[in-house]
C-alpha cells in the first residue's frame, strides 16, 4: 500500500471509531507503531483532552525489571507529552522478586525515570508478589497505608489491599464511601472479581465482599490486575470492570473465547491504559508495548444509585 492509501484508511478509521460520539466497543485495528512515529504529536491519541479533565494512565504486574517493562514505560512517556497525565495507578505486583533498594531502582525508579523526572506521580496497590514494606516506599505513595484514598479533581479513589481484605477494611471501605461527595468514585486492587483469565480467574469471595458495597454506594469503575492479560468486562450491575495485569508479565492466550462477560480482550503482549474523565464520559485507550491501540471507547457516567430510605432505619 502506498503512503496516499494509508493515509487515506487511517483517517476513514479514526472517523468511524469517532462518528456521533459512540463508544468503541471491540478493539481498535492495529495502528502504526509509537515508537517508529516521528513526533509524540502524531502518536494513535484516542482521547479528547478536554478543559478540567482528570487523566492517568493504569498498570499492572509491572514490577519485572525485563525489557518489556522498560518498552511500556517510554510508551507511557512518549504519550504523557501530549496527554498530560499527572499520576499512575498501580494494581499491584509493584516488584517481582527482591525488595532491597537495587530491586527497586531496576524494576520501578530506572523504567518510570522520564515519568518521575516530569513529576508523575504513582499510586500503587499490594499484589500478591509485594512486600507489606511496600507502604513506606515514598514513591508508590502509599503513606503507610495497606488502603487509602485520594482525589484528583471530581474523582476519588478508593486503594484497597484484596491480599487480605478483613472486616476492619470493608467497614473502613464503606464509611470511606458513604461519606464520597465525589461524582466518579473509583475502586482498584489486585485480585479481579470478574475475569476470563484460565489461570486464575475470578475472586468469587472478594466479589461476595465487595459487589454490595460497590452497588449501594455508586461505584462507578473497577480495575485490577493479577491475571496477565488485558480485559474490558461487560458492565456488572452498572459498574466498569477492568482487568490490566500485564504490564510487565504476560501469559500468553490465557482469556477464555467465547465468553458472556468479556466485553475487549488481549492476551498477546504488555499493556498500559490512558483514562480521561469529564463531567459525564469516561474515556479510555489502551495501548500494547509496540504502540498499537488495542482497545479504546467511551463510557457514560452512570446515575446514582437510589438512597436508603431514612425513615425506615429509624
Known amino acids: 500500500m502506498n503512503c496516499r492509501l494509508l493515509f487515506v484508511s487511517l483517517v476513514l478509521a479514526l472517523s468511524a471509531s469517532w462518528a456521533d460520539g459512540a463508544p468503541v466497543l471491540q478493539p481498535a485495528a492495529p495502528t502504526i507503531q509509537a515508537s517508529a512515529l516521528a513526533s509524540p504529536g502524531r502518536l494513535d491519541l484516542k482521547l479528547p483532552l478536554e478543559e478540567k479533565s482528570v487523566r492517568f494512565a493504569v498498570i499492572g504486574d509491572n514490577g519485572t525489571g525485563g525489557k518489556p517493562e522498560y518498552e511500556i514505560a517510554d510508551e507511557m512517556a512518549a504519550y504523557q507529552k501530549i496527554v498530560g497525565f499527572q499520576f499512575v495507578i498501580m494494581l499491584g505486583d509493584n516488584i517481582y522478586g527482591g525488595h532491597h533498594s537495587k530491586d527497586f531502582e531496576r524494576k520501578f525508579e530506572d523504567p518510570y525515570k522520564a515519568l518521575l523526572d516530569a513529576g508523575v506521580k504513582f499510586y500503587a496497590s499490594l499484589g500478591n508478589h509485594d512486600n507489606s514494606n511496600e507502604v513506606l516506599y515514598k514513591p508508590y505513595n502509599m503513606n503507610g497505608q495497606r488502603y487509602y484514598t485520594f482525589k484528583k479533581g471530581d474523582a476519588e479513589?478508593?486503594?484497597?489491599?484484596?491480599?487480605?481484605?478483613?472486616a476492619t477494611q470493608l467497614d473502613w471501605l464503606q464509611r470511606q464511601l458513604r461519606e464520597s461527595n465525589s461524582k466518579w468514585k473509583i475502586a482498584y486492587f489486585h485480585h479481579p472479581l470478574f475475569s476470563d483469565g484460565r489461570f486464575h480467574g475470578p475472586d468469587l469471595d472478594l466479589r461476595k465482599q465487595l459487589m454490595p458495597i460497590f452497588e449501594q454506594y455508586g461505584v462507578n469503575v473497577?480495575?485490577?490486575?493479577?491475571?496477565h492479560v488485558y480485559e474490558r468486562v461487560?458492565?456488572?450491575?452498572?459498574?466498569?470492570?477492568f482487568?490490566?495485569?500485564?504490564?510487565?508479565?504476560?501469559?500468553?492466550?490465557?482469556?477464555?473465547?467465547?465468553?458472556?462477560?468479556m466485553a475487549a480482550g488481549f492476551d498477546t503482549d504488555r499493556t498500559f491504559m490512558l483514562v480521561?474523565?469529564?463531567?459525564?464520559?469516561?474515556?479510555?485507550?489502551?495501548?500494547?508495548r509496540t504502540g498499537e491501540t488495542v482497545d479504546s471507547g467511551i463510557l457514560d457516567h452512570q446515575p446514582k444509585p437510589p438512597q436508603p430510605n431514612s425513615t425506615a432505619s429509624q
Open 157 to 166: 479513589f478508593f486503594v484497597l489491599d484484596s491480599n487480605y481484605m478483613d
Open 222 to 227: 473497577v480495575l485490577s490486575g493479577h491475571e
Open 234 to 241: 461487560n458492565p456488572q450491575h452498572g459498574i466498569y470492570f
Open 243 to 261: 482487568v490490566l495485569g500485564n504490564s510487565g508479565e504476560l501469559r500468553y492466550h490465557n482469556l477464555r473465547r467465547p465468553s458472556s462477560e
Open 276 to 288: 480521561e474523565l469529564t463531567a459525564d464520559k469516561l474515556y479510555f485507550q489502551t495501548i500494547s
